[in-house]
C-alpha cells in the first residue's frame, strides 16, 4: 500500500487511489473468490477513482486470464438465486439486465432452467409461506400467495401451476 496514489475523492475526503498494478490484484483476488461481471468490476474501479483508459485495459487483462467471464457469471448467477433464493426466471432476468448483460447470453443461461424443476421449487415456497399467510377466506389466502410468488419473479401461470 505504500505506492498508492492518496488524492481528494468528491467528497472532499482523502483516498487511496491504488497502482494498475495493485488494482490488478486486488480485482483478481476478487473474481477468484466469486464470480463478477464487467458492471460490479467497473462500479469497483469508479470507487477506486481509476482513470478510464486504466479501467479498460485491466477488464481486458482480467478477460484475457479468464478471471471475468460474462457467460459464466450468467450461469452461475442464475443457477444461485433460482436454487438459493428461490427466485423466478423475471426477477433473475430483471437482475441481470440492471447488470448490463447481453440479452443473448440471458436467455442462455435462463434456457438452461428446467421448468419442471422450477414448478417444484415453487410448489416447495408457498407450501412454508402458506404457514405464516393469514387471510379469511381460501381465495384472501390464495391472492396473497400469489402476490408473494410474483414479487419472487414468478410468472402467473406458473403460480396457477404451482397452487393447484
Same mark, same amino acid.
Given at each position: 500500500? $505504500?505506492? $498508492?496514489?492518496?488524492?481528494?475523492?468528491?467528497?472532499?475526503?482523502? /483516498?487511496?487511489?491504488?497502482?494498475? $498494478?495493485?488494482?490488478?490484484? /486486488?480485482?483478481?483476488?476478487? =473474481?477468484?473468490?466469486?464470480?463478477? =461481471?464487467?458492471?460490479?468490476?467497473?462500479?469497483?474501479?469508479?470507487?477506486?477513482?481509476?482513470?478510464?483508459?486504466?479501467?479498460?485495459?485491466?477488464?481486458?487483462?482480467?478477460?484475457?486470464?479468464?478471471?471475468?467471464?460474462?457467460? /459464466?457469471?450468467?450461469?452461475?448467477?442464475?443457477?444461485?438465486?433460482?436454487?438459493?433464493?428461490?427466485?423466478?426466471?423475471?426477477?433473475?432476468?430483471?437482475?441481470?439486465?440492471?447488470?448490463?448483460?447481453?440479452?443473448?447470453?440471458?436467455?442462455?443461461a435462463l434456457g438452461k432452467l428446467n421448468p419442471e424443476e422450477t414448478?417444484?421449487?415453487?410448489?416447495?415456497?408457498?407450501?412454508?409461506?402458506?404457514?405464516?399467510?393469514?387471510?379469511?377466506?381460501?381465495? #384472501?389466502?390464495?391472492?396473497?400467495?400469489? /402476490?408473494?410468488? =410474483?414479487?419472487?419473479?414468478?410468472?402467473?401461470?406458473?403460480? #396457477?401451476?404451482?397452487?393447484?
Amino acid at each position: 500500500m $505504500e505506492n $498508492e496514489k492518496i488524492i481528494k475523492s468528491s467528497k472532499g475526503v482523502a /483516498r487511496n487511489t491504488p497502482t494498475y $498494478e495493485q488494482a490488478l490484484h /486486488r480485482l483478481a483476488a476478487l =473474481c477468484s473468490r466469486k464470480e463478477q =461481471c464487467v458492471s460490479d468490476i467497473r462500479t469497483k474501479m469508479d470507487a477506486w477513482e481509476l482513470v478510464p483508459a486504466e479501467q479498460e485495459k485491466l477488464l481486458q487483462h482480467l478477460q484475457q486470464e479468464k478471471f471475468l467471464d460474462e457467460q /459464466r457469471f450468467c450461469a452461475a448467477f442464475v443457477h444461485d438465486k433460482s436454487l438459493y433464493s428461490h427466485w423466478g426466471v423475471h426477477k433473475i432476468r430483471y437482475e441481470l439486465k440492471k447488470k448490463q448483460l447481453p440479452d443473448n447470453l440471458i436467455s442462455e443461461a435462463l434456457g438452461k432452467l428446467n421448468p419442471e424443476e422450477t414448478i417444484h421449487r415453487l410448489r416447495q415456497l408457498l407450501t412454508v409461506k402458506r404457514k405464516t399467510v393469514k387471510g379469511k377466506t381460501d381465495y #384472501e389466502i390464495r391472492l396473497k400467495l400469489m /402476490r408473494y410468488a =410474483c414479487g419472487k419473479g414468478f410468472s402467473p401461470e406458473e403460480v #396457477e401451476k404451482a397452487l393447484d
